[in-house]
Nanobody
Framework: QLQLVESGGGLVQPGGSLRLSCAVS???????IGWFRQAPGKEREGVSCIKSSDDATVYGDSVKGRSTISRNKANNTVTLQMNNLKPEDTGVYFC???????????????????WGQGTQVTVSS
């Protein structure tokens, strides 16, 4: 199994930005990394994903245009840059990994095998 550790969460004002990092150990050659979030009382939501073969990306509708996912293979790190944050972006953010050989990665959380512990993001005045 891959080991995933999230960091970078915290308190931010509406309209502000955060950069979340996912440190990955034990990489497979072909895999996908996804970012998901969950607020209290709500279902887990896919935010973005990236695949290792060509760094192709997918974004959820709720963050499209405000977020960028990227991968640094030298540092074994996947980064989620979030801009223009809104109170509804508040939640625990998880990164997850799954072996991947397809064309596009998926934002369906049940497809992912390995998960980090999460990092809290709070957007509030």
């Amino acid at each position: 199994q891959l080991q995933l550790v999230e960091s970078g969460g915290g308190l931010v004002q509406p309209g502000g930005s955060l950069r979340l990092s996912c440190a990955v150990s034990g990489f497979m050659r072909y895999y996908a990394i996804g970012w998901f979030r969950q607020a209290p009382g709500k279902e887990r939501e896919g935010v973005s994903c990236i695949k290792s073969s060509d760094d192709a990306t997918v974004y959820g509708d709720s963050v499209k245009g405000r977020s960028t996912i990227s991968r640094n293979k030298a540092n074994n790190t996947v980064t989620l840059q979030m801009n223009n944050l809104k109170p509804e972006d508040t939640g625990v953010y998880f990164c997850a990994a799954v072996p991947f050989v397809g064309w596009s990665c998926s934002l369906v959380d049940r497809l992912y095998d390995d998960w980090g512990q999460g990092t809290q993001v709070t957007v509030s005045s």
